[in-house]
């Protein structure tokens, strides 16, 4: 049976971590995150490439931050699933939840609400507060269905290396 309660504090855990990372994304590293903005928006933003150092040093927090993402979804599952009999559906179902869970804050919260209805400076590309399409509720709908997909695939990643570690590590 799964735990309801652990997955879902995880899940608000880890969805939380994620706001945060997105935010300074924006904010910092906008052009690691530009791609996720209506064609419209990146237009008006127009993000200068970044220097060598500044590239280096955005690719480097995207890196450690997805790192911390999945070894997080990996430990999630690995503590809660230590002490019984392995089944690699259960901690896919774990991990999927808590994936989906993201998936679902990140269009409700962070596109709809942070960026299509308040514009918060936190979450729009830096100079696109006032942009019509910060408002395409449409585009963040189209990316939550990827996300889906994204997410699932994860799932499946981060079950498999949990499997892999409660096998020959416990």
């Not at 971590?17 to 997105?22: A, E, F, S």
Request: hydrophobic share 55%.
């Amino acid at each position: 049976m799964l735990n309801f309660r652990n997955i879902i504090l995880e899940a608000f855990i880890w969805s939380f971590l994620w706001v945060i990372l997105v935010s300074i994304s924006v904010r910092i590293f906008p052009f690691t995150i530009e791609h996720d903005y209506p064609e419209d928006v990146r237009k008006v933003a127009a993000i200068k490439p970044p220097s060598g150092s500044h590239k280096i040093k955005g690719y480097i927090f995207a890196g450690l931050s997805f790192f911390i993402l999945m070894g997080m979804l990996i430990a999630f599952s690995v503590y809660e699933y230590n002490l019984y009999k392995l089944n690699i559906f259960k901690i896919f179902f774990h991990i999927w939840i808590i994936c989906m869970t993201w998936n679902m804050v990140d269009l409700i919260v962070v596109d709809w609400l942070f960026i299509c209805l308040f514009s918060c400076k936190y979450f729009v590309l830096p100079g696109t507060e006032d942009c019509k399409g910060n408002k395409n509720y449409k585009f963040h709908a189209i990316g939550f269905v990827k996300g889906i997909f994204a997410m699932s695939i994860l799932s499946v990643i981060c079950s498999l290396f949990s499997y892999l570690i409660l096998r020959f590590c416990f």
